[in-house]
């Protein structure tokens, strides 16, 4: 199932992150795609398509310095040696009966529903037209955002009365507080925190279409919170400084996202009605007698269905993950929910398992655009399957022959990477780096005599001041280049992903104690730094009699082994014992032609 818990109603899929590239086939103008390259047991061929699919997939997942390279005509028979050896364990793996594993069916539904919708994106993307006017009027209201409060209900029923209430004349704040289900927002007036801007979310959208302050909305429903919102015009923000000319591209495509999704659920809307769902009364009654525990520890594992759309299967884990975030995210124990109001609890799980309903018919939007018969995405669920069958052949028949690790190897382990299982030297407090030397230094004598917080505080300000933001709970843009925070650095680098004010905190934090604050440093690129130092912890060594650190150094020390040379060979070896069991014949006329096809297109 296509993961909805961490995108809106539909993923945002970039033209140039699309697995359907362009350059799959662009290979195929010189070279038959149908032809064979390889024949085995005079059945399962690897065709030209084949081959020029996997290759130009692979160049463009790689990571940067590992894409396969294909300069020579040995290189090209290497390349296609893999595809063999893949083609093979696949057929094995069939034999053995591993392609009826339910975690690997499972696993290829995912990537066939999340392909589809790559696939349907980028289709529906080219009908799409954004124009200039489109643009700017995006432009405008994304620079002038508009403060709001709202109403947020659980049920349509409350946030009706909740309207009618506003209709005849009670004010917006004394309805927040009788009707709204918003914990966040309930006690202030339902006011929020922020400046709302231009979204694409409906309940967002409304409030530009209000002309005078005080006015509201009519009840819209989101379906992502399941909840009923009245939005309310509090009045416009200051103007935000958005350069227009450096962003109307990213403007343009996110407006094309908006559109392309619209579409998208239009087309599912349409075919929803005449969809045939059948449910497993036995799975989706346990959701009503059983506890959030106890509900995942029966249908987590082993992996089961709540519901077939069309033949194609939603699974519970997707649904049931869904349908506590939400929950939760809303401060909503599920448990305490479905005690105090059955009837609503039951509405709330009637809505999740729609959501998937509706989110499994995207595959019959798509086939009936015609992209499930693409010979592009026929070769991409052909190398998925089989590399997850290759992936259960070496779980089930290589791994096992490999030595296990002894407690000798894993003492041994341990004595030669001990600071690998150490707990690094850490350091955690608060900073402020501004670009104005003297602002600082002023701060700085505040921090030394009162205290740090209040030094902060001031910054902070000036940081608001200085972008124009004066409402309550308003913040400078997210790429002010001076900022207030907190830090938690450890004194080696965790990875590459962390914070630039990491590595400089890094250089200096370490030279002043637990409790004080630093001077002003300059850290070499126009900005000036302060800090206090809160909690230091030193480095410790750990020892592996630690359950935690026992098992992951047995780990590590079994994966050792696997990349051994001795193991390497004996896989070697293993690989060559089933490719000798089949009959491989390789037409290198049509490996050639295509190796050249491959040259001339790089060049």
């Not at 362009?22 to 047991?41: E, M, Q, S």
């Not at 296609?80 to 975690?103: F, K, N, T």
């Not at 124009?131 to 049920?155: G, Q």
């Not at 009670?170 to 918003?182: C, K, L, T």
């Amino acid at each position: 199932m296509v993961n909805s818990i961490n995108r809106p109603k539909f993923v945002v899929i970039s033209s140039s992150s699309a697995i359907f590239l362009v350059a799959v086939l662009f290979g195929c103008g010189g070279v038959n795609p149908d032809k064979p390259i390889v024949t085995i047991d005079g059945e399962y061929l690897i065709t030209a398509g084949d081959y020029l699919y996997r290759y130009h997939r692979a160049v463009d997942k790689a990571e940067p310095g590992e894409e396969p390279v294909i300069d020579t005509f040995d290189d090209a028979q290497s390349f296609l040696d893999g595809l063999i050896i893949g083609r093979v364990l696949e057929i094995e793996a069939e034999a053995r009966g591993y392609g009826d594993d339910p975690v690997l069916q499972r696993d290829v539904i995912t990537h066939r529903q999340e392909t589809m919708y790559d696939m349907l994106y980028e289709d529906v993307l080219v009908e799409i037209t954004v124009t200039n006017e489109d643009v700017r009027e995006y432009y405008n209201r994304k620079t002038r955002p508009r403060y709001a409060s709202l109403i947020a209900t659980k049920t349509e029923k409350r946030a009706e009365e909740a309207k009618k209430a506003l209709d005849s004349g009670r004010s917006f704040e004394e309805v927040v507080g009788e009707f709204s289900d918003d914990r966040l927002t309930r006690g202030i007036g339902g006011k929020i925190q922020e400046p709302m801007m231009y979204r694409t979310a409906p309940v967002y959208d409304a409030i530009f279409d209000l002309e005078d302050k005080g006015d509201y909305t009519d009840v819209i429903y989101h379906e992502f919170y399941d909840m009923y919102f009245i939005y309310k015009y509090d009045g416009d923000a200051d103007r935000i400084e958005l350069d227009y000319e450096a962003e109307k591209g990213n403007l343009r495509g996110e407006l094309e996202n908006y559109k392309v999704n619209n579409a998208i659920s239009e087309s599912v809307d349409k075919l929803r009605d005449g969809a045939e769902v059948e449910r497993n009364e036995g799975v989706y009654n346990d959701v009503f007698s059983l506890s959030v525990a106890e509900v995942g520890e029966k249908h987590f594992n082993p992996i089961t269905i709540i519901a077939t759309v069309n033949g194609t299967p939603v699974y519970f884990d997707d649904f049931w993950d869904y349908f506590v975030y939400k929950l939760k995210f809303s401060g909503t124990d599920p448990d305490a929910f479905r005690e105090s109001d059955t009837k609503q609890f039951k509405n709330t799980v009637e809505k999740a398992l729609d959501f998937f309903v509706r989110e499994t018919l995207i595959e019959a939007v798509a086939a009936r655009r015609g992209l499930t018969e693409r010979e592009d995405f026929v070769r991409e669920m052909n190398r998925f399957r089989g590399g997850k069958l290759a992936d259960r052949m070496y779980e089930k028949v290589v791994i096992p022959t490999v030595p296990k690790v002894t407690d000798e190897e894993i003492n041994a382990y341990y004595e030669g990477h001990k600071e690998d299982y150490a707990l690094p030297e850490t350091m955690k407090g608060a900073f402020i780096l501004l670009k104005d030397r003297g602002l600082l230094e002023e701060l700085h004598k505040e921090a030394l005599s009162a205290d740090f917080k209040t030094a902060a505080d001031k910054a902070y300000g000036y940081l608001l001041a200085k972008y124009g933001v004066t409402e309550p709970g308003g913040r400078p843009p997210d790429d002010a280049r001076e900022t207030v925070a907190k830090f938690d650095v450890t004194a080696e680098p965790a990875d590459d992903r962390e914070r630039p004010y990491d590595a400089i905190l890094r250089k200096h934090v370490f030279d002043y104690p637990e409790g004080t604050i630093s001077p002003v440093i300059e850290v070499g690129d126009g900005r000036f730094l302060v800090f206090r130092n809160r909690e230091h912890t030193p480095y410790t060594e750990r020892i592996l009699t630690d359950p935690e650190v026992h098992a992951a150094v047995k780990r590590d020390a079994q994966a050792e082994i696997m990349l051994s040379p001795e193991t390497d060979r004996k896989c070697r070896e293993w690989l060559d014992d089933f490719k000798g069991k089949h009959e491989i014949v390789i037409d290198e006329k049509v490996l050639n032609a295509v190796f050249e096809d491959i040259q001339k297109k790089k060049g």
